[in-house]
């Protein structure tokens, strides 16, 4: 059966850095994307990353660009996404998601991913 899991977050002052991982199992590593969301109280959820985990192409939301990373480690079937340099309106419940359409490219748009981890919190805050 297909989980994802995500760790790694927690409280952080502004301008600190923060590393999310999302483990993945139940299925071959490869065939998929994995992308980040996150929803902050009263907002609608917003995609801000993916990978692809056949060729590691990635993609990134304009309000994080620049500050965070996303990489793969296919021998631990973990994905992770490395937020540099946070900013308070960065708070919210960061979630992973798992796209089984996607190969060699990846979308931050929620339509195509239909397997969702718990959601881990982030706050920053001084």
């Known amino acids: 059966q297909l989980q994802l899991v995500e760790s790694g977050g927690g409280l952080v002052q502004p301008g600190g850095s923060l590393r999310l991982s999302c483990a993945v199992s139940?299925?071959?590593?490869?065939?998929?994307?994995i992308g980040w969301f996150r929803q902050a109280p009263g907002k609608r959820r917003e995609g801000i990353s993916c990978?692809?985990?056949?060729?590691?192409?990635?993609n990134y939301a304009d309000s994080v660009k620049g500050r965070f990373t996303i990489h793969k480690d296919n021998t631990k079937g973990t994905v992770y996404l490395q937020m540099n340099t946070l900013k308070p309106e960065d708070t919210a419940v960061y979630y992973c998601?798992?796209?089984?359409?996607?190969?060699?490219?990846?979308?931050?748009?929620?339509?195509?991913?239909?397997?969702w981890g718990q959601g881990t919190q982030v706050t920053v805050s001084s």
């Open positions: 990978i692809s985990m056949r060729a590691g192409s990635t």
């Open positions: 139940g299925f071959t590593f490869d065939d998929y994307a």
């Open positions: 998601a798992a796209d089984r359409t996607a190969m060699y490219y990846c979308s931050t748009s929620e339509t195509p991913y239909a397997y």
